[in-house]
């Protein structure tokens, strides 16, 4: 039987995320187990009069590639991939693994190859997105993967998903629209200042926004979303932060990270669970041990952890930052083969100033 939210969802990602007009190429990504989605993007593409180009996964695929491949392999960089991201107009990623920890029996190293040989597609997003000649959009489908690791049923995560992205509604767009009004009047009071502080149990950290852009998340380029964000001056955070939620990156859960910065570079680093995996994504390259976004999470419909960041990111009442790549379109000049979110709950205890004036406190805007 067919899900209605489901033709819904690829509505609003082709309408309203991605805005496809007649003649965009758009690339979708996915694995095999999305295929109503994806089925659904391809037909709503083609009505607006896009040109949908499918490049589907069947879900073990990257496991088995990391455990296998040689090292010329490792360094391979996928041709059509970065044709697209090179080109195309636009470009919507399914987020739709069968095991979301799949790839944390993996040797470090070989993945860290990997990542480095891709990072030409990761700066292409990113550039080419920051001066909208890339409309990328990152969403999710919902797995019995995903629906485990929320601790979930299947069932009771695909009502999650929509609930969390309004599919279920009439009218997704004018929830979206609304949050991003809403959202506006948050930068408007944070943009322009310098110094932003952050005190709580879990955190006593600077960083400086001086000259830097805060962008409004609003279901353009995440489905769901929530969020405000930028790019922190390269060489400004100071102090540190223990993280409150597990760090997933790549297939990897890193567990208590705390992280001391000097002079916006992290010098000191530990963690309780995959320890040696963090040090080792820290060793990336020059970018990795800087911030790339400080972003505030604002969609309270999201109250637990998922282990699914595209979700957990957003949990309103929490700030996350990405170690790595920065988005060029907030000011940021960091560059790196990683982008990292690790969050930090604010809803006890906690608060956030901008130029010494308290601006957030235990998890809310203060009016």
């Not at 609003?12 to 995320?17: F, N, Q, W």
């Not at 949050?179 to 930068?187: L, R, S, T, Y």
């Not at 000049?333 to 100033?353: F, L, P, T, Y």
Request: hydrophobic share 40%; glycine share 8%; with cysteine.
């Amino acid at each position: 039987m067919s899900d209605a939210r489901v033709d819904r969802f690829a509505k609003v990602l082709v309408e309203y995320s991605a805005r496809i007009k007649p003649g965009d190429r758009v690339l979708i990504e996915a694995t095999t187990l999305a295929e109503p989605l994806v089925r659904a993007l391809y037909s709503h593409i083609l009505e607006v009069g896009g040109h949908p180009q499918v490049l589907l996964e069947f879900p073990d695929q990257m496991e088995i590639f990391l455990t296998q491949a040689g090292e010329t392999q490792l360094d391979f960089l996928p041709p059509f991939q970065k044709l697209a991201y090179d080109t195309f107009e636009s470009r919507i990623r399914i987020q739709s693994q069968s095991n979301p920890r799949a790839l944390g029996g993996i040797d470090v190293a070989r993945m860290g190859r990997f990542q480095r040989a891709t990072k030409p597609i990761l700066e292409a997003q990113m550039q080419r997105g920051a001066t909208g000649d890339f409309k990328w959009v990152t969403t999710i489908f919902p797995t019995e993967g995903y629906a485990v690791e929320a601790g979930m049923s299947l069932r009771a995560y695909e009502d999650f998903v929509y609930r969390a992205c309004h599919t279920n509604e009439a009218d997704p767009v004018a929830y979206w629209k609304k949050i991003e009004a809403e959202q506006n009047k948050i930068i408007e009071k944070i943009q322009g200042h310098h110094l932003v502080s952050l005190q709580g149990p879990n955190v006593d950290l600077s960083l400086s926004i001086k000259g830097r852009t805060f962008l409004n998340s609003c279901g353009t380029h995440n489905m769901p979303d929530g969020e405000i964000y930028t790019g922190p001056v390269e060489d400004s955070a100071n102090g540190w932060v223990k993280f409150t939620y597990p760090a997933i990156f790549n297939g990897v859960a890193v567990e208590g990270i705390e992280l001391t910065f000097s002079q916006g570079r992290v010098e000191r680093a530990k963690a309780t669970k995959n320890e040696k995996f963090m040090l080792e994504m820290l060793a990336s390259d020059a970018g990795a041990r800087f911030l790339g976004e400080f972003a505030i999470g604002t969609n309270f419909e999201i109250n637990q952890f998922t282990g699914n960041i595209l979700f957990d990111e957003k949990i309103g009442g929490s700030f996350h930052m990405a170690l790595g790549a920065g988005y060029p379109e907030t000011g940021s000049r960091n560059k790196s083969s990683i982008h990292w979110d690790m969050i930090c709950d604010m809803r006890v205890g906690a608060e956030i100033s901008v130029d010494h004036d308290v601006v957030y406190r235990n998890g809310q805007f203060v009016e």
